[in-house]
């Protein structure tokens, strides 16, 4: 199974990092090329993909907890067949924080579209910035592959 992790370090108090990123009202106002509509439904949220995703409405949760900076994000389309989407807003050393997005490629992913998910992240990371960082210094974005 292939991974990814994705990490933008923002010069902003972890803080403030965890709490829009942790608050699923944001998830449409940084991930617009996976979200195009967040509902609620029967007391549990639904995101509707966008059409280059082929339009489906998926079960989405988050899990956070500001402790340990920890942010799962959790969907699929029943409660039986949810994916892991693994985050981290972690405290550096002078004020900055640091965002990590961990990806994995599931059996029923081929290549191309684990890497268009991937390439999708990192054109999300951008709304993140410009969410918390306004038109400020840009953020230095690393990338790795696992």
């Known amino acids: 199974m292939n991974s990814r992790i994705a990490v933008i ?6 803080e403030q990092v965890f709490r829009y990123l942790a608050s699923i009202r944001n998830l449409p106002r940084w991930a617009t090329e996976f979200c195009s509509e967040l509902k609620q439904v029967d007391g549990k949220h639904k995101v509707v993909t966008c059409a280059a995703l082929g339009k489906q409405e998926l079960l989405f ?3 956070a907890d500001e402790k340990t900076g920890v942010i799962d994000m959790i969907t699929g389309p029943s409660e039986d067949q949810m994916a892991l989407f693994s985050c981290r807003v972690v405290e550096l050393r002078g004020g900055s924080t640091a965002f990590l997005f961990t990806m994995f490629q599931f059996p029923e ?3 191309e ?3 268009r998910q991937y390439q999708s992240l990192e054109r999300e990371f951008e709304n993140v910035k410009k969410a918390l960082l306004g038109s400020e210094k840009p953020p230095t974005q690393v990338v790795a592959d696992l």
């Open 109 to 111: 992913t081929d290549d």
């Open 9 to 14: 370090v923002l010069p902003v108090p972890r």
């Open 113 to 115: 579209h684990f890497e």
């Open 61 to 63: 949760e988050i899990r």
